[in-house]
């Protein structure tokens, strides 16, 4: 793979001097289009062998490109607010919003390799770091970015000659570095998402073969038309032959008497406050996931949660629609950037799931992209359970009849009013498209990691309780 | 993941016998018409928990689909020949040729489920071997097979009844297999290839659930347009800002003369000889790649080699255009099935980088094509390498003056006569597309475990000499 980088390339200063401003005006040019496009973001990544010229690449790119729309990232230890969160979430972040230009700097290769050359992960291992890389990387890319990966290479000798000039020290040795980036390279190069080696050794053909290489690959891209969705699949994964499913198997009405209630409630709430002060609490965090019909209680039932917490130990995030900025980033990038810290509670009232439901329902994404969103999410919450989170989801079902009575008695108290909209009485319409979308929803995303618990909630104590207790349960399995 | 086959379903007789006429017709009119089209195979897996109605789905396709043309394939313990060749290879060699449906039962699901089940794989072990499945099935996917996957499930209870009904003895945990499949089927659902769950637990509702959404997907697959090419990347890797490349690097005039090339030919034949003898080669086997300029003396090396082994330990491989039936199958099968049994020599005279090189260069291969090729070639050779076969490729290069020089002479000898052709003098022209793709195609595909090596080829016998040694090397560097 490093041919080419180990011959001795060479580009004269004049053949330099004519391209190189010509170079530059067709990049900033693209730079522009791709702002004026703002279908897609552009993200460089940087990597390669020390003393190759990535620094020098970078700060190139910041000269030879309009830094308003530049955004550069160097990725160096891990700071503590970033420890405490799941290993990507530090590069979702930095995510560059459509119509940018990113470059990162040592970002998700780095660690992976650098423990490899360590020796402290062994070749399964840094197998399983590679395919999670790979499925990201291929999220990206159907959300529309376009990843450029660039290598800078030069030889042993000459990386020996540039340290000793640069006054730099050996962060790992040249052949054991070359061999485990070799084969990350190979088995991260994606039809979609290939590598691409820069020859180092020479500063002006690095500069014009990086240069062209960039501008190319962001014309071609500007010049593809809109691919039509690629893999519609049938709407329903599976047309249940009679009409039982998971939402009509639930029994709605349950009963629990108001002196049951307090006792339970007064139970489950002293329990969950006692675990979330246990030492070993700071060891992981909770996120919640609240779904359900409208009306169903998931605000009230969230609110049983919290007032058992101390204030500074939890958020509730509603999710309504993405604002610009969120609408800018892929999908899964605005629930990322809510993820809590170590210690803490995040209780989502709606969340990512509005991508398989809402979304669904009301055609706002394509067959396509609500299909791989359920990949998608279960990689997410497999990278959140890797880290410590204890991920609690709940459906939250009630019958049509339970929530026109609610509808109706939120209409006359006043100060409830705001809570139901002329989009309720819409969604009703909808009810069987929704129960469809709620069972394909559970079939593909509750899983041992992260199970749905539906909880049947036509009568709201009931749904509380079972809401705190399964909380509390699930706590207690993590600790 | 399995919640709605963990549900009473039902279907009544009278409504399957309403039903299954029609389905069963549309059925087999859908496989008549993927015949037809031609264009695309459809593969089933089979797979799921014992006792959930896995073979009774088989033979049910059996009944419906007319079996002439459905090719069902159950895979149990590998036998000798399959042990001897790398694991994937009897699925490859298995694989429906186009317009046909195919049922693989026990695929290559099966095996890393039952180790991990058995602890035998770790978590990361599992991981890499989830990872490599996901690539093979991608590949599948850009060639143009219709992958459906089946899971049929049915409860512990249900599970247990079934089971003792028929006698049969139960060959996993249902617990332990339940939850290492859940997290298969999770990350191993893509895009591209989702599972399906298929509840088992009444056989009514289980066939129709089945055959419609069998039915669904091949209807869904037929109305498909041909898709435009969806990744056009630019043509040329990196397009390099001088003139030098590492075929231009070589030295290709090497002296050796006739009395140094007998006593080198001697030294090194019986070097291979006595390699080819010792009882640890049985546990590896080689392959060579011979790709090079027209007239570059592959033949001739090739030769040297053979004649230095046992006849019945090697077979010399000439690829030509690939027949109808090959054309059938995705690209590599035709290689696939090619490979030598351990203990054993398979020399290819050209091979698997036409794809890069002559199909490339004449059009043959769309851009995405060959560009997804790399990948999918080092994945290839890599499940060859981790099954222990020595892989060695060459490039013979010589000058285009040279060329012409060996063209005129073969053009004289008459019973060289055959050896020249009008496509060859075509060639010629295309000297430097031709170039082009060999400095990508080493830059590419060079690895640690599968290294090219460029032979500089304008005396035949440096270069006979050469192959000889480091096919030698290699094997040594493996024993």
Redesign the interface.
């Known amino acids: 793979?490093f041919?080419?980088a180990n011959?001795?390339?060479?580009?004269g200063k004049s053949?330099y001097r004519r391209?190189e401003p010509k170079l530059r005006e067709a990049l900033l040019d693209a730079q522009y289009d791709v702002q004026r496009n703002g279908g897609f973001a552009v993200l460089i990544l940087v990597a390669g062998v020390q003393g190759a010229g990535r620094g020098a690449a970078v700060n190139l790119l910041n000269e030879w490109m309009d830094p308003r729309h530049v955004r550069t990232r160097a990725f160096g230890a891990p700071t503590q607010d970033e420890r405490e969160r799941p290993a990507l979430w530090r590069y979702w972040l930095a995510l560059p919003p459509r119509g940018t230009v990113g470059v990162f700097f040592g970002a998700w290769h780095e660690a992976p390799i650098m423990r490899r050359v360590r020796g402290e992960s062994?070749?399964?291992?840094f197998?399983?770091e590679?395919?999670q890389i790979?499925r990201l990387e291929?999220m990206l890319g159907?959300e529309g970015v376009l990843l450029l990966k660039y290598w800078f290479h030069v030889s042993k000798k000459e990386q020996k000659k540039r340290l000793k000039k640069e006054g730099e020290k050996l962060e790992a040795p040249y052949g054991k570095f070359v061999?485990v980036g070799?084969?990350f390279l190979?088995?991260t190069?994606?039809?979609?998402a290939?590598w691409?080696?820069?020859p180092g050794s020479d500063a002006?053909?690095r500069d014009?073969?990086f240069g062209?290489?960039l501008l190319?690959?962001i014309r071609?891209r500007l010049a593809?038309?809109p691919?039509?969705a690629?893999?519609?699949?049938?709407a329903r994964?599976?047309?249940?032959?009679?009409a039982?499913?998971?939402i009509r198997?639930l029994e709605l009405d349950q009963a629990m008497s108001r002196a049951e209630y307090r006792d339970e409630l007064d139970k489950w709430q002293a329990r969950l406050a006692a675990l979330s002060r246990r030492r070993k609490f700071g060891k992981l965090a909770v996120v919640g996931v609240f779904e359900g019909n409208d009306a169903a209680g998931k605000g009230g039932a969230i609110r049983r949660l919290t007032s058992a917490l101390d204030a500074r130990r939890y958020d509730t995030i509603s999710i309504a629609a993405p604002s610009e900025e969120e609408r800018a980033q892929p999908y899964l990038w605005r629930f990322w950037r809510r993820l809590p810290r170590l210690g803490r509670f995040a209780f989502f009232d709606r969340s990512w799931y509005g991508r398989v439901l809402v979304e669904r329902v009301e055609g706002f994404a394509a067959s396509?992209d609500w299909?791989?969103a359920?990949?998608e999410i279960?990689d997410f919450e497999?990278a959140l359970s890797r880290h410590g989170i204890v991920l609690v989801k709940y459906w939250l079902a009630i019958s049509p009849q339970e929530q026109l009575r609610r509808f109706r008695a939120r209409e006359k108290v006043s100060f409830k009013r705001f809570k139901i909209t002329p989009e309720d009485w819409r969604n009703r319409k909808k009810w069987r498209a929704y129960e469809e979308a709620v069972?394909d929803m559970?079939?593909?995303t509750?899983?041992?990691i992260a199970p749905?618990t539906l909880v049947e909630a036509n009568n709201k104590h009931y749904a509380r309780i079972k809401v705190l207790r399964t909380v509390c349960k699930a706590i207690e399995a993590q600790l």
Not at 7 to 11: F, G, I
Not at 122 to 125: E, F, L, P
């Open positions: 793979m041919e080419s011959l001795d390339h060479r580009v053949a391209e062994s070749d399964d291992g197998a399983h590679i395919a790979s291929q159907d061999s070799e084969a190979r088995r190069s994606t039809r979609e290939p691409t080696v820069i002006r053909y014009l073969a062209r290489h190319a690959s071609e593809r038309k691919a039509p690629r893999i519609p699949r049938p994964a599976l047309q249940p032959p009679d039982l499913n998971v198997a396509a299909m791989r359920y990949t279960n497999q069972c559970v079939e593909r509750s899983t041992s749905w």
